[in-house]
């Protein structure tokens, strides 16, 4: 039975409770600029989205413009919604496939629907990103249609010598990989309340997903936000609100206009609100879910690679249910389920009973995430795979700066890999 070490607080409120491995840590700070932090998402297994060309694309020619997005402190949302206004079209035919850090420079590929009168602008530029036209695709970018990520990564004031990350890929070898918690960036890193906002949500408790998302505040926060989020809080008076907010607040204040147009109609505050986002609001109450059931097996001594019996494991391209548990095979995964309207949870499975009993604590039924009659984004449910392995390609440390890069497998967060690496409070790396 292995015995891990806590989290600190800050972390267990996003469901993640404990450190996989021993490892002492690194110490050190990342993020003090965009640049020491930089992603590029992988194509076709081979190239990085920043030297992605015509002659390099797959797909037979169509209607769907690609474009190579660097984008610089944004989330990708907002970079979206940049090139939809740019264009003169609407952000839902704005397509990508993965999401990227806000605090970075990031490279993505987006794709815009086009039609016969559309003008596909070569060179798009804002102080805050940039767009490159590649080529047209008969295909919209989907979610997870890239191979995965490419990360640079600058540390900060490490304590340790860069050649201690052995010891640290040592230990992670011995463990089978690392739990695939979804990272602090899923919740929000300065402001970790996405889970929160989704559980009011999928509740139909919409008055507290409008002061969640508008009226919690935390100490990362400028304090002209932090003094209109207080006051709504307080007084619940959208108008004043609205004057307090910073224009940089989007989605905050569409919440404040809608109330202001319709007082105290919370769910039609809420509704008004980009269908995209409120499905991160709710993905990601499903992926605290998710975050606390790793926890939980954590909890129970279980090492990464170690199935519970009932659980799904997924090795060469077959699918089978363990009857007995135990460790998996090296390139095998196990499913943990994503909860969803259509999940089906068997009491008679110990991996199930696990889930079931997280769900009981937050009042929360599978069915509940069916929002159809809402006319909102309903989640079927599905899995997630654990664990997996960081494959660091390069990394060398002069002055106490280490430079490290490394390719996750897509859907896999490189917070989580930071986390275990250097040992430090979030705020350091997130």
């Given at each position: 039975?292995?015995?891990?070490?806590?989290?600190?607080?800050?972390?267990?409120?996003?469901?993640?409770?404990?450190y996989?491995?021993?490892?002492?840590?690194?110490g050190?700070?990342?993020?003090?600029?965009?640049?020491?932090?930089?992603?590029?998402?992988?194509?076709?297994?081979?190239?990085?989205?920043?030297?992605?060309?015509?002659?390099?694309?797959?797909?037979?020619?169509?209607?769907?413009?690609?474009?190579?997005?660097?984008?610089?402190?944004?989330?990708?949302?907002?970079?979206?919604?940049?090139?939809?206004?740019?264009?003169?079209?609407?952000?839902?035919?704005?397509?990508?496939?993965?999401?990227?850090?806000?605090?970075?420079?990031?490279?993505?590929i987006?794709?815009v629907?086009?039609?016969?009168?559309?003008?596909?602008?070569?060179?798009?530029?804002?102080?805050?990103?940039?767009?490159?036209?590649?080529?047209?695709?008969?295909?919209?970018?989907?979610?997870?249609?890239?191979?995965?990520?490419?990360?640079?990564?600058?540390?900060?004031?490490?304590?340790?010598?860069?050649?201690?990350?052995?010891?640290?890929l040592?230990?992670?070898?011995?463990?089978?990989?690392?739990?695939?918690?979804?990272?602090?960036?899923?919740?929000?890193?300065?402001?970790?309340?996405?889970?929160?906002?989704?559980k009011?949500?999928?509740?139909?408790?919409?008055?507290?997903?409008?002061?969640?998302?508008?009226?919690?505040?935390?100490?990362?926060e400028?304090?002209?936000?932090?003094?209109?989020?207080?006051?709504?809080?307080?007084?619940?008076?959208?108008?004043k609100t609205?004057?307090?907010?910073?224009?940089?607040?989007?989605?905050?204040?569409?919440?404040?206009?809608?109330?202001?147009?319709?007082?105290?109609?919370?769910?039609?505050?809420?509704?008004?609100?980009?269908?995209?986002?409120i499905?991160?609001?709710?993905?990601?109450?499903?992926?605290y879910?998710?975050?606390?059931?790793?926890?939980?097996?954590?909890?129970?001594?279980?090492?990464?690679?170690?199935?519970?019996?009932?659980?799904?494991?997924?090795?060469?391209?077959?699918?089978?249910?363990?009857?007995?548990?135990?460790?998996?095979?090296?390139?095998?995964?196990?499913?943990?389920?994503?909860?969803?309207?259509?999940?089906?949870?068997?009491?008679?499975?110990?991996?199930?009973?696990?889930?079931?009993?997280?769900?009981?604590?937050?009042?929360?039924?599978?069915?509940?995430?069916?929002?159809?009659?809402?006319?909102?984004?309903?989640?079927?449910?599905?899995?997630?795979?654990?664990?997996?392995?960081?494959?660091?390609?390069?990394?060398?440390?002069?002055?106490?700066?280490?430079?490290?890069?490394?390719?996750?497998e897509?859907?896999?967060?490189?917070?989580?890999?930071?986390?275990?690496?250097?040992?430090?409070a979030p705020?350091?790396?997130?």
């Open positions: 039975m292995t015995r891990y070490v806590p989290s600190p607080e800050e972390e267990k409120n996003i469901g993640i409770d404990y996989a491995t021993s490892f002492r840590g690194i050190g700070r990342t993020r003090t600029t965009l640049s020491d932090f930089i992603v590029d998402e992988i194509y076709y297994n081979v190239y990085r989205a920043s030297s992605l060309r015509p002659e390099n694309l797959t797909c037979k020619p169509g209607k769907y413009a690609l474009y190579l997005v660097e984008k610089r402190g944004i989330t990708t949302y907002r970079a979206a919604l940049i090139l939809a206004r740019e264009l003169g079209v609407s952000p839902s035919i704005v397509s990508f496939s993965g999401l990227k850090d806000a605090r970075s420079i990031a490279y993505q987006f794709s629907k086009t039609s016969k009168n559309s003008i596909i602008k070569e060179r798009v530029l804002h102080p805050k990103c940039s767009f490159t036209f590649i080529g047209l695709c008969n295909k919209p970018l989907r979610r997870g249609f890239h191979s995965g990520n490419y990360f640079k990564i600058t540390i900060r004031d490490v304590e340790e010598p860069a050649t201690s990350i052995i010891e640290f040592e230990e992670v070898e011995v463990l089978g990989g690392l739990p695939n918690f979804y990272g602090h960036q899923r919740f929000g890193t300065i402001r970790p309340i996405t889970h929160l906002v989704g009011h949500i999928i509740a139909r408790n919409w008055e507290d997903a409008v002061v969640c998302l508008v009226g919690e505040h935390f100490p990362g400028s304090s002209i936000v932090r003094e209109a989020r207080m006051y709504f809080k307080d007084t619940m008076d959208p108008k609205l004057s307090l907010m910073p224009r940089s607040m989007v989605y905050e204040r569409i919440v404040l206009r809608r109330l202001i147009k319709k007082p105290g109609k919370y769910r039609y505050a809420i509704k008004g609100l980009p269908t995209k986002m499905k991160l609001f709710i993905e990601a109450f499903q992926s879910i998710y975050n606390k059931t790793l926890s939980k097996r954590m909890g129970l001594g279980l090492r990464p690679d170690e199935a519970l019996p009932g659980d799904v494991v997924y090795m060469g391209n077959k699918y089978t249910r363990t009857d007995k548990g135990g460790k998996i095979g090296k390139n095998s995964k196990i499913l943990i389920p994503l909860i969803g309207y259509e999940t089906h949870l068997n009491k008679r499975s110990y991996s199930h009973e696990i889930i079931l009993s997280i769900l009981e604590e937050l009042n929360v039924k599978p069915e509940m995430f069916n929002l159809v009659d809402e006319g909102l984004p309903s989640l079927r449910g599905g899995f997630r795979a654990t664990p997996f392995t960081p494959l660091i390609k390069n990394f060398n440390e002069e002055n106490g700066t280490l430079v490290l890069e490394m390719f996750l897509k859907g896999v967060y490189a917070t989580i890999v930071l986390r275990e690496l250097m040992k430090t705020w350091t790396f997130c």
